[in-house]
C-alpha cells in the first residue's frame, strides 16, 4: 500500500472524529437547554417573575430635587442605592451606594438594610432585620420617601417608569 494513501486515510479518520466530537458536544448542550427549558422549576420562576413584577416604588416626598424619577419598577431582587448597578438609582448624598434590597418570596415582598450608613426606615420607624412589606408602606432612604405599591391598581404614567 501506499504511503499517500495510508495519510489520505488517516486524515479522512481525524476528520471524522472531530466531526463526532463536535456533533457530541451540540447534542450535550441541546439536552442540557431542553432540561431547563422544560423544567417545572423554570416555568415557576416565569411565573413568579411575572406576578412579582408587578410592584413599583413611588417618589412620596422628596426633600432633594435632584431626584428625577417619580416611579420605579421592582423587579426582585431589587437593589436600591446610589451606585449605577442598582436596579433602582437613587440620586441623593444621602443615600448609601448599596442601601436596600426588596424581595419577593412566596407571595410575600420584605425589605431589607444593607448596612447602610444612615439606616432604612419603613413607616418612619428604622429597620434593622429583613421586614415584610404591604401595599401602601413608606419607605424611607437617605432623604427621600418611596410609597410601596403592588398589584395593577396604580395609576402611572409609563414614561415615567424607570428600568434602571
Same mark, same amino acid.
Not at 131 to 153: C, H, Q, S, V, Y
Given at each position: 500500500?501506499?504511503?499517500?494513501?495510508? $495519510?489520505?486515510? &488517516?486524515?479522512? $479518520?481525524?476528520?471524522?472524529?472531530?466531526?463526532?466530537?463536535?456533533? &457530541?458536544?451540540?447534542?450535550?448542550?441541546?439536552?442540557?437547554?431542553? @432540561?431547563?427549558?422544560?423544567?417545572?422549576?423554570?416555568?415557576?420562576?416565569?411565573?413568579?417573575?411575572?406576578?412579582?413584577?408587578?410592584?413599583?416604588?413611588?417618589?412620596?416626598?422628596?426633600? !432633594?430635587?435632584?431626584?428625577?424619577?417619580?416611579?420605579?419598577?421592582?423587579?426582585?431582587?431589587? !437593589?436600591?442605592?446610589?451606585?449605577?448597578?442598582?436596579?433602582?438609582?437613587?440620586?441623593?448624598?444621602?443615600?448609601? @451606594?448599596?442601601?436596600?434590597?426588596?424581595?419577593?418570596?412566596?407571595? #410575600?415582598?420584605?425589605?431589607?438594610? &444593607?448596612?447602610?450608613?444612615?439606616? !432604612?426606615?419603613?413607616?418612619?420607624?428604622?429597620?434593622?432585620?429583613?421586614?415584610?412589606? @404591604?401595599?401602601?408602606?413608606?419607605?424611607?432612604? *437617605?432623604?427621600?420617601?418611596?410609597?410601596?405599591? !403592588? *398589584?395593577?391598581? #396604580?395609576?402611572?404614567?409609563?414614561?415615567?417608569?424607570?428600568?434602571?
Amino acid at each position: 500500500m501506499d504511503v499517500e494513501w495510508v $495519510l489520505f486515510g &488517516l486524515r479522512i $479518520l481525524a476528520a471524522l472524529i472531530l466531526y463526532a466530537f463536535l456533533s &457530541l458536544i451540540a447534542y450535550v448542550i441541546w439536552r442540557d437547554l431542553r @432540561a431547563v427549558v422544560g423544567s417545572p422549576h423554570a416555568q415557576d420562576a416565569a411565573s413568579t417573575r411575572s406576578t412579582d413584577s408587578l410592584a413599583w416604588l413611588v417618589v412620596d416626598d422628596a426633600d !432633594t430635587a435632584s431626584q428625577t424619577e417619580a416611579i420605579f419598577a421592582v423587579l426582585p431582587p431589587a !437593589t436600591l442605592g446610589r451606585a449605577q448597578d442598582n436596579q433602582i438609582v437613587l440620586q441623593d448624598e444621602w443615600v448609601s @451606594a448599596y442601601h436596600a434590597r426588596i424581595d419577593s418570596r412566596e407571595g #410575600i415582598w420584605w425589605l431589607t438594610d &444593607l448596612g447602610s450608613r444612615n439606616g !432604612t426606615r419603613l413607616n418612619d420607624r428604622l429597620i434593622t432585620e429583613t421586614t415584610p412589606l @404591604a401595599k401602601g408602606d413608606i419607605i424611607g432612604i *437617605g432623604r427621600l420617601k418611596l410609597r410601596f405599591e !403592588t *398589584g395593577d391598581g #396604580i395609576s402611572h404614567p409609563h414614561s415615567h417608569i424607570s428600568k434602571a
